[in-house]
């Protein structure tokens, strides 16, 4: 019986980090060091969707260019510490390391400090993110919700909901208002 019990809680440990998409790190995609950042409670309550208004990217290395612009304009043009968003992900399906899960972002009025703040690269005011950014995404809040980052209640947002923006997009918007944690 005791074999049989950590099976099961093997299995599920196992199906809980399938969820996770492929994260490419802060070193491999060539972060700057940030000039600071606050630790961040976790799970946070709220995930909070952008678009990055920019041109889109389907291959690693132009993701890892287009992620990069981010971070320069976000702490050079901005003067922020760091890039704004947690997690920002690309329309090759790969999910790029922000500020990651316990840093507070810099991407949402009044969500800041208690939410994972997640950018797609690219513009959807007139379209969907494709099928692997999308996938992405949702696997991305599912993995942080099994970590424990995110609470499994948790509430999702665009980032037009906190401030005077048509981020993330008339399309992308719509989209993510059909989904279940919308509200």
């Avoid at 995609?29 to 389907?58: D, E, F, K």
């Avoid at 690693?60 to 050079?76: G, L």
């Avoid at 990651?100 to 810099?106: E, K, P, T, Y």
Wanted: proline share 4%; glycine share 10%.
């Amino acid at each position: 019986m005791i074999n049989l019990t950590i099976l099961i809680i093997c299995l599920a440990v196992s199906s809980a980090k399938a969820a996770c998409p492929n994260i490419v790190s802060r070193a491999e995609w060539g972060a700057r060091a940030p000039t600071g950042s606050s630790v961040m409670s976790n799970p946070v309550p709220y995930v909070v969707i952008h678009h990055g208004a920019s041109a889109a990217c389907t291959t690693k290395s132009s993701c890892i260019n287009m992620v990069k612009s981010y971070q320069n304009y976000h702490m050079i043009s901005n003067g922020w510490a760091d890039i704004g968003y947690s997690f920002i992900v690309g329309e090759d399906g790969n999910v790029y390391e922000g500020r990651g899960w316990s840093r507070v972002g810099a991407h949402a009025p009044g969500y800041n400090s208690n939410s994972i703040g997640i950018c797609v690269i690219g513009d959807f005011t007139s379209r969907l993110p494709n099928s692997l950014a999308l996938n992405a995404v949702r696997n991305l809040i599912q993995c942080g919700v099994s970590l424990g980052k995110i609470r499994s209640t948790y509430s999702l947002r665009g980032h037009r909901d906190s401030s005077a923006t048509a981020c993330p997009g008339n399309t992308f918007y719509d989209e993510i208002k059909k989904w279940s944690q919308y509200g």
